[in-house]
């Protein structure tokens, strides 16, 4: 589903591949954002990843706050960049998909309820982001599901650099680490910021 230039696309056909929003990107966007003057606003990145849905690379926070202005179409573009299209990113990108399946994040609404300020967001998002980056890029995927079995009632998300300690998480979202062979409840940032 590639396509080329600048096209318009409904704000509902967007597909997401982040799982919160940091409060601090929000109140920096709603200081600029006109929903008045659209001509001022960049084209929002998107890649079909396989499931022919256009799915936001970056942007998450512009068509955020595009949304509560009451902004139904956007201009997006097509991402080849290599961060994407490679076969790293492609893991990542596609991990990210799932995430946000498994916590029902199908539409930019749903993320109203996810805004975490600064320290959270670095905590819940950019950590996250590295341990799954860790995981996906030192393990292979027999080896990903054999470490699964660790905690079957539980999700792999991630791994520390060094491979030693595992990350878990529930369907709720509470995050678990498996070190040492023992698996016990990790200390969770859950400070949570809602934008109106």
Same mark, same amino acid.
């Given at each position: 589903? %590639? ?22 990107? +929000? /109140? =920096? ?27 936001? *690379?970056?942007?998450? @926070?512009?068509?955020? +706050?595009?949304?509560?202005?009451? #902004?139904? #179409?956007?201009?997006? #573009? ?6 994407? @299209? ?32 600064? =320290?959270?967001? !670095?905590?819940?998002?950019? %950590?996250?982001?590295?341990? =799954? ?9 027999? %080896?990903?599901? !054999?470490?699964?079995?660790? /905690? ?12 030693? +300690? ?17 698996? *016990?409840?990790?200390?969770?940032? *859950? ?6």
């Amino acid at each position: 589903m %590639e396509f080329h230039g600048v096209r318009l696309l409904n704000i509902d056909l967007l597909g997401l591949s982040q799982i919160y929003l940091s409060s601090d990107k +929000v /109140a =920096s966007v709603m200081e600029w954002f006109d929903p008045q003057r659209m001509d001022n606003f960049q084209p929002l990145l998107v890649h079909d990843f396989g499931n022919n849905i256009y799915t936001l *690379t970056d942007g998450h @926070t512009r068509t955020y +706050v595009a949304y509560k202005n009451g #902004v139904s #179409v956007l201009p997006v #573009v097509y991402d080849n960049d290599d961060i994407i @299209t490679n076969q790293i990113g492609q893991m990542l990108y596609k991990a990210d998909i799932d995430w946000c399946k498994r916590f029902k994040i199908s539409h930019i609404k749903h993320l109203e309820s996810r805004i975490l300020d600064k =320290s959270a967001y !670095q905590k819940l998002w950019h %950590e996250r982001c590295d341990r =799954s980056y860790n995981l996906l890029t030192k393990t292979s995927y027999n %080896e990903r599901i !054999q470490l699964q079995c660790l /905690a079957p009632d539980l999700f792999l998300y991630g791994a520390s650099e060094n491979m030693l +300690v595992l990350f878990f998480e529930n369907e709720t979202g509470e995050l678990f680490l498996y070190k040492d062979n023992t698996l *016990t409840k990790e200390k969770q940032t *859950t400070v949570e910021t809602e934008i109106r």
